[in-house]
């Protein structure tokens, strides 16, 4: 035993040194080796993004130095990776006039780099060459969302909407860089108005920026001088880099410019018994005198008016008017076919008025009057439609307010959203007195949808209005077409047999007007429209024989006609509830 013990302790020994050497000996490899193993693996790491950034660098030295063909050879494609590369590759390409090339490659880098607002910009500039000024608006306004104080963007927008004829959305942006600067103010032809109310009317001057809000109430002050029926401001370029303002202002002067002109003004509304003798600018003052002559059996009628800028300031307008009327009236339910009468009379009026207008600025302005009247009524055959309660007569005084004002106004989508509300206050003093209060809100929107141009121009119109009291007769709202209203239901035609009384009578009403206006044809003195309209409404009143039970619906086309300032509207309407078919003309300026 004991003679084995230390042969089996160096035999332990021995076997335990043959297992401990190797494993040390692999253990000291693997930590010597691991350090090597892991740079050399991280070599080719490090150089790709080294070789990219010297690529890239050099690219950007070609871009400054505008090589544009090296910059094509140096990059033979567009990256799914770079947009830097695509930015710069497709710049020397639309350098190079490889427009479509360079949009895709731009158009991949916007992609993949959708914040970078070197890309919408770029495709603007590419848009812009290859004539899709649409698409590089477009793009602009992508950039500005991006960065809304980039000069170069703001001001290559507002050059595009300038160059498209788009001068409200070219002063939106220019605006904001503070441009366009305006040497000088010209006309373009000489006026009649006196040079001091012209001066008066421009809310902006020369030597001096002008802005969009300037613009805009300029543009409200000389449609409210009433002599410019469709006033323009222009532009033009200058080599300094500012501009001079081009007052474009077609003037109405005395009865008109020449004898055909004063004759289709004055005796537009022949057929219907109706002449609109009218005098315009006297002594170059903005005062005009216009009338209306009406020997209609049924409804003869006699107005006129006399209007200016108040003290000569153009941002205030001041009117005085007045109204004689004698109209027979047959309360009926339709303006054609079976219709029982509901009450008739003949209706005597006369009124004088006088009310002030302020332009305040292109986005509001308001209105507000006075208005003293007297009526009686003749000839009255009692019916359901005809009370006591509605047949007040005597001596009326109103108060009248109206304000409106641009909700909406989107000049580079050619798009305004204006509102209006007004109220009238009344008393008439009858047996015994009454008080009253009609009170109507609006809205108007109107849209071109084309980027330039008025070949298409939508309109829809939404009225409300309402009454509280006891109103009198003739202050009933009507919805329909008659040339002495303005709630228009095309299907719908006011007078049968000539006396009014056949479209829809009430205290309450909602209406909404819808049309497409078209050209059609145009040479400089005579313009035609076609506009396919929408009419829907409804009328409510205490009186079971009065408004309409149901909504009025109507559908149909105008064809719109002007010569020599004059227009002429043909009309023809569908009522969808009943059928019935209208056919309306009205002329007039």
């Not at 070609?62 to 947009?83: C, F, G, H, K, N």
């Not at 490659?105 to 290859?130: C, Q």
């Not at 033009?236 to 880099?241: E, F, Q």
């Not at 105008?558 to 569908?574: C, D, E, M, S």
Request: charged share 20%; with cysteine; aromatic share 10%.
């Amino acid at each position: 035993m004991e003679r084995h013990s230390p042969l089996d302790a160096a035999g332990s020994a021995a076997v335990r040194e043959r297992i401990i050497r190797p494993l040390v000996f692999v253990l000291f490899a693997v930590l010597a080796l691991s350090p090597l193993n892991s740079q050399t693996a991280a070599a080719p790491t490090q150089a790709a993004p080294d070789s990219a950034r010297t690529s890239t660098t050099k690219i950007k030295e070609l871009y400054s130095e505008q090589r544009w063909d090296a910059i094509v050879l140096a990059v033979p494609a567009v990256s799914s990776t770079d947009a830097d590369l695509d930015f710069y590759y497709g710049s020397a390409l639309a350098q190079l006039g490889r427009l479509d090339d360079s949009y895709h490659a731009l158009l991949t880098g916007h992609r993949l780099a959708p914040g970078d607002k070197r890309f919408p910009i770029e495709l603007a500039g590419v848009s812009f060459k290859r004539k899709r000024n649409k698409t590089a608006t477009t793009w602009l306004r992508r950039a500005l969302r991006i960065d809304p104080t980039d000069n170069y963007a703001n001001d290559f927008l507002g050059t595009v909407y300038f160059l498209n004829g788009n001068l409200d959305a070219a002063l939106k942006y220019w605006n904001r860089i503070d441009k366009p600067f305006v040497e000088n103010i010209q006309r373009d032809h000489p006026l009649r108005i006196r040079p001091a109310l012209l001066d008066h009317a421009l809310a902006f001057s020369p030597a001096s920026e002008l802005r969009l809000a300037d613009f805009k109430s300029s543009m409200a002050r000389l449609e409210g001088l009433e002599v410019f029926p469709t006033p323009r401001i222009q532009l033009a370029a200058r080599s300094d880099g500012k501009f001079d303002a081009l007052l474009n202002l077609r003037e109405r002067n005395g009865f008109g410019d020449n004898l055909w002109e004063a004759l289709l003004s004055t005796f537009s509304g022949i057929a219907y018994q109706t002449i609109y003798p009218e005098y315009d600018n006297i002594g170059g003052s903005a005062i005009n005198i216009t009338s209306l002559a009406r020997w209609d059996a049924q409804k003869r009628r006699l107005a006129a008016s006399l209007s200016g800028p108040l003290r000569f300031n153009p941002k205030w307008r001041f009117q005085f008017g007045v109204d004689l009327r004698n109209e027979n009236w047959d309360i009926r339910s339709s303006f054609t076919g079976s219709a029982p009468l509901l009450g008739s009379l003949n209706l005597r009026r006369e009124v004088v008025s006088a009310s002030v207008t302020s332009f305040n600025s292109g986005r509001w302005g308001w209105s507000a009057g006075a208005e003293f009247s007297h009526r009686d009524y003749r000839s009255v055959i009692p019916g359901p439609a005809l009370t006591p309660d509605t047949l007040l007569q005597g001596p009326q005084l109103k108060q009248l307010t109206e304000i409106h004002f641009a909700l909406v106004d989107l000049p580079e989508h050619r798009f305004v959203l204006n509102s209006s509300a007004s109220s009238q206050f009344g008393r008439i003093w009858s047996q015994p007195a009454h008080a009253f209060l009609k009170c109507q809100g609006a809205l108007q929107a109107t849209w071109f949808p084309q980027f330039t141009g008025d070949d298409y121009e939508v309109q829809s119109k939404l009225r409300s209005g309402g009454t509280a009291g006891q109103t009198p007769f003739d202050e009933l709202y009507m919805l329909g077409i008659e040339r002495d209203n303005d709630l228009w239901m095309r299907a719908h035609i006011g007078t049968r047999a000539g006396r009014k009384g056949s479209a829809p009578l009430g205290h309450n009403y909602v209406l909404a007007n819808n049309e497409i206006d078209k050209n059609v044809y145009s040479n400089g003195l005579i313009t035609v429209k076609i506009s396919p309209f929408l009419d829907t409404g409804k009328i409510s009143d205490g009186s079971t024989a009065l408004g309409s039970p149901n909504w009025l619906w109507d559908i149909g086309a105008q064809a719109k006609l002007r010569v020599l300032g004059v227009g002429v509207t043909f009309i023809y309407g569908k009522d969808l509830r009943t059928g019935n078919n209208a056919f309306y003309f009205i002329a007039g300026r």
